[in-house]
Structures are given as structure tokens and as C-alpha cells.
Nanobody, 125 residues
Framework: QVQLVESGGGLVQAGGSLRLSCAAS????????MSWFRQAPGNERDFVAL????????YYADSVKGRFTISRDNAKNTVYLQMNSLKPEDTALYYC??????????????????WGQGTQVTVSS
């Protein structure tokens, strides 16, 4: 089992910044990819950002490209999401996800084994 705990959400005005953290614990040695998703009320759970645990370039949804940065600290088993220039449409519950699978579409929520409980991000105008 892998446990994921998100933190760092909160209320911020448009144009501001937040940094989210996702701490993984348990049997994490098979982790291959970790991602951030978000879900606003009435919407689907949408892909935000992906990072492969073994390295490589991160991948972002078009809606956040240039504003958000995903990074990892392998020693701490932690993934971060730095969010800059926040917009009201970024308001959502942000989830961290972990996958042990290879050769899957990591933009799909069905590709992930484990999920955190989410951290709320609210951007006011």
C-alpha cells in the first residue's frame, strides 16, 4: 500500500502563488509516475502535471503550462506543485496520484493506483 498526503492549499488572490506538497509513504519502491489532478464542482477530475520518478521532462496540461511547475525530492518521496499567476479558474480540489504502471496514458485517472484525499485551492478575483 502507498499513502499520499497533500498539503499547502489555501485561499489566494488572483495573480498570487501557492506551493502544494504530496508526501508518499508505505511501499513506494514500485512507484513509476506521480501526477497532480484537480476537480472543480460539477467538473471531471482533470490532469494537471506529470513527473516520472526515474527522471525525464515533466508534462503539463495546456491550461497551466508556463505557470505551474512540478518537481520531486526522491529522498523525501515527495512531489511538489509550484503554482504561480493563479487565476480564479484554477480553483479546485487538487489531488496527488501515484502509479506503478508503465506504458499507459498518464493523463487518465484510471492509470493511477493511489490517490490522496486532496487539498483545496481557492483563487479569488
Amino acid at each position: 500500500q502507498v499513502q499520499l498526503v497533500e498539503s499547502g492549499g489555501g485561499l489566494v488572490q488572483a495573480g498570487g502563488s501557492l506551493r502544494l506538497s504530496c508526501a508518499a509513504s508505505g511501499r513506494t519502491f514500485n512507484t513509476y509516475a506521480m501526477s497532480w489532478f484537480r476537480q472543480a464542482p460539477g467538473n471531471e477530475r482533470d490532469f494537471v502535471a506529470l513527473i516520472l520518478w526515474g527522471g525525464g521532462s515533466p508534462y503539463y496540461a495546456d491550461s497551466v503550462k508556463g505557470r505551474f511547475t512540478i518537481s520531486r525530492d526522491n529522498a523525501k518521496n515527495t512531489v511538489y506543485l509550484q503554482m504561480n499567476s493563479l487565476k480564479p479558474e484554477d480553483t479546485a480540489l487538487y489531488y496527488c496520484a501515484s502509479s506503478s504502471r508503465r506504458y499507459v496514458d498518464y493523463q487518465l485517472n484510471t492509470s493511477y493506483n493511489y490517490w490522496g484525499q486532496g487539498t483545496q485551492v481557492t483563487v479569488s478575483s
